[in-house]
């Protein structure tokens, strides 16, 4: 049986060389480039992840630390200690109102748009009620002041009930603004609650 050979000629020598190469280069970037490249994009972003991570936790123990202070500072100018309940507490708040305002002649509570920031939550309002005499209206904004849940009024007044009459002698009525604090820890997202207002932390450039 006559075989048929022959040399490769050096033009064929260098294409296949230069295919081989091809080859192998296409092999390496499949099997050793890509996946490298590929775990890399992943660990920058689990990085990425980790980073906001970190700087929400270091922005909780901040605002933890700022209300310890608060509740601190109230403690020691002779308020009793009160507690955030984790939103959302309005029902609570509004039975609370509702009690305290009982024995008043008549009231209004109107609620504005809850705030938040961080992980505090801000339930102002603005209140009107008649009370019988002077004292019971103090007595009113006391109970606010000394709720166990925290209550810090703002601005009120008082003045008389009737024309012609005196704050000693006769009903009052009184207009005040209050706000009622909640936490997110321990709460659940739901429609009514707004963006938060505290600035986003900024993750550190990479080097």
């Not at 955030?84 to 609370?96: A, K, R, V």
């Not at 849940?149 to 009120?156: K, N």
């Not at 003045?159 to 207009?175: D, F, R």
Request: hydrophobic share 40%.
């Amino acid at each position: 049986m006559k075989t048929l050979t022959r040399e490769f000629t050096f033009r064929e020598r260098v294409l296949l060389l230069i295919f081989g190469a091809i080859i192998v280069a296409l092999v390496y970037y499949l099997l050793v480039d890509e996946p490298v490249r590929s775990g890399i994009k992943a660990a920058n972003s689990n990085k990425e992840a980790l980073l906001v991570q970190v700087a929400a936790v270091e922005q909780q123990l901040n605002n933890m630390h700022l209300w310890q202070q608060e509740m601190e500072h109230l403690e020691e100018n002779g308020r009793p200690q009160s507690y955030m309940p984790s939103y959302n507490y309005s029902n609570g708040e509004l039975d609370f109102l509702n009690a305290t305002l009982a024995g008043t002649l008549d009231y209004y509570i109107g609620f504005n748009e809850i705030t938040r920031e961080g992980d505090q939550i801000r339930r102002s309002f603005a209140l009107n009620f008649s009370s019988p005499s002077y004292p019971s209206a103090v007595e009113v904004i006391a109970a606010l002041e000394n709720s166990k849940t925290r209550c810090l009024v703002g601005d009120f007044s008082i003045m008389p009930y009737e024309n012609g009459s005196s704050l000693s002698t006769g009903a009052v009525t009184v207009n005040a603004t209050a706000t009622f604090y909640e936490t997110m820890y321990g709460g659940k997202e739901d429609a009514e609650l707004p963006p938060d207002s505290a600035p986003q932390q900024q993750l550190p450039e990479e080097m």
